[in-house]
């Protein structure tokens, strides 16, 4: 049967249609991204924490790499049914109240006395906040077409490197000058002050965001027509070419989905390898002090927060996917093999994961605008969920990869070159299966 063709393309000024992207951006992104530096900075802190709280709690290496990444099995097993469920609901009503819980849930990481309460209060926040990201992605699919996607998404990732960028020196000042304050120690200060944001932008996700274009009363009636006409097209683009896949059970049959799960998960595990790590590895290779810790944290994220911007940028303009996933995925495992290099000066080793964390970061944020290429729909929800889900085990693997080697062999050297493969995989995999440009 012959595909119809698609209806008559309305006629918008080049200067409209920038304008109102323009506009929606500026609404949507900063908020957005703001949001996801608290998630993150929840996320992460943990590895500024591990400076006191390990020798408090009398944990090993190998438990703290487990308990960092254990967040991640609550992470997979609830987000196909809470992107589902964000479709149902709407963003605001669903997002604002996750962000909430998982503050609280954040908070409560400053109570723990055990190994077996880390590990409990590390699965329940990755429960709490599995809805979050691949909600956000899911939500600006209501927004944007799959040309303005990379762009989009690259703006609001560059929360990743961001949190590490504000949130290092901070967490450094608070193990500094806050060991002793009020009873606690720092790294309890740690959990409780850096989970306030987080609730706060809860309650404000409420009232500020709108769930798309049709319900956005602070677009004119022409502006709501034109994103929503854009998108339209953009559905039947992709079903006249062949690149659609509508139905939730479409994104688990499609070989390209599972595939998209190889992919992130090589470049999730090298990322959260680094990010639960690094701290404990400038401690080792650089200097003691927590507060220049914090700060030396800055170069690899300040660095990263640029590069992936640029990349997301450009694959945008060239409509180009594949490459840019590609060798920023194998840059990254040039710079995490090149600082596993025994008895390489502190110093060089930084720069090495400078270049690892700033490509690696790049390569994930690009990496999310492929699967909107093949998914719509239900699928796309679902695909999204899935991707994400089986992806980010590679945040229970990485921290747990490290643990148990620096246990076992006393040396990070091993554990780097190990989460240099993953990635490398990741890029091998993407430049060998994905060949589509954006439609």
Same mark, same amino acid.
């Given at each position: ?46 590895? @500024?924490?591990? $400076?006191?709280?390990? =020798?408090? &709690?009398?944990?090993?290496? *190998? #438990?703290?790499?487990?308990? /960092? !990444? ?110 002793? @304050?009020?009873? $606690?120690?720092?790294? =309890?200060? &740690?959990?409780?002050?850096? *989970? #306030?944001?987080?609730?706060? /932008? !809860? ?124 060798? *920023? ?5 040039? !710079? ?104």
């Amino acid at each position: 049967m012959t595909p119809q063709p698609a209806p008559a393309r309305p006629e918008y000024a080049p200067e409209f249609q920038e304008r109102i992207y323009r506009r929606v951006t500026r609404r949507l992104i900063p908020f957005l991204f703001l949001c996801y530096i608290f998630a993150y900075l929840d996320r992460v802190n943990v590895g @500024f924490a591990k $400076l006191q709280m390990q =020798q408090d &709690l009398k944990i090993s290496d *190998a #438990v703290y790499g487990t308990a /960092a !990444g254990i967040f991640f099995i609550g992470y997979l097993l609830f987000q196909v049914p809470c992107n589902l469920a964000l479709q149902r609901i709407g963003a605001k009503y669903w997002l604002g109240p996750i962000m909430i819980v998982w503050g609280l849930v954040s908070a409560c990481t400053m109570l723990v006395k055990s190994a077996t309460g880390f590990y409990a209060i590390r699965f329940l926040l990755g429960i709490v906040e599995s809805g979050f990201f691949p909600g956000v992605i899911l939500y600006l699919t209501f927004w944007y077409t799959s040309t303005h996607r990379a762009r989009m998404v690259a703006g609001f990732m560059t929360a990743i490197p961001l949190s590490g960028l504000i949130g290092g020196p901070i967490s450094g000042w608070i193990l500094d000058n806050l060991s002793s @304050f009020g009873g $606690l120690r720092g790294w =309890q200060w &740690l959990f409780l002050i850096e *989970a #306030v944001p987080s609730v706060v /932008a !809860g309650l404000m996700t409420m009232f500020f965001l709108q769930d798309s274009p049709q319900s956005a009363k602070w677009l004119a009636e022409g502006e709501r027509t034109f994103l929503l006409d854009r998108l339209r097209e953009d559905e039947t683009a992709k079903r006249l070419s062949g690149g659609g896949r509508h139905h939730m059970a479409d994104a688990f049959r499609d070989y390209r989905v599972w595939l998209l799960c190889l992919v992130y998960f090589g470049t999730v595990t090298g990322n959260y390898g680094i990010q639960f790590w690094l701290p404990q590895i400038l401690k080792d290779t650089l200097t003691k002090d927590p507060l220049l810790i914090g700060l030396l944290t800055a170069i690899p994220y300040g660095s990263a927060a640029v590069t992936m911007v640029l990349v997301g940028r450009h694959s945008d303009v060239t409509q180009e996917r594949r490459w840019h996933v590609a060798l *920023a995925a194998c840059c990254g495992a040039l !710079g995490l093999a090149s600082s596993a290099i025994p008895g390489i000066p502190g110093a060089i080793g930084l720069v090495a994961l400078t270049v690892a964390s700033a490509s690696i970061v790049s390569a994930t944020s690009t990496f999310w605008s492929l699967p909107t290429l093949y998914l719509s729909g239900a699928a796309a929800s679902a695909g999204i969920a899935l991707i994400n889900s089986i992806g980010n085990l590679g945040g229970f693997a990485g921290p747990s990869i490290i643990g148990s080697i620096r246990d076992a062999t006393h040396s990070t050297t091993p554990a780097l070159l190990v989460l240099a493969g993953c990635v490398l995989g990741s890029g091998v995999i993407t430049a060998a299966f994905f060949r589509r440009k954006a439609a």
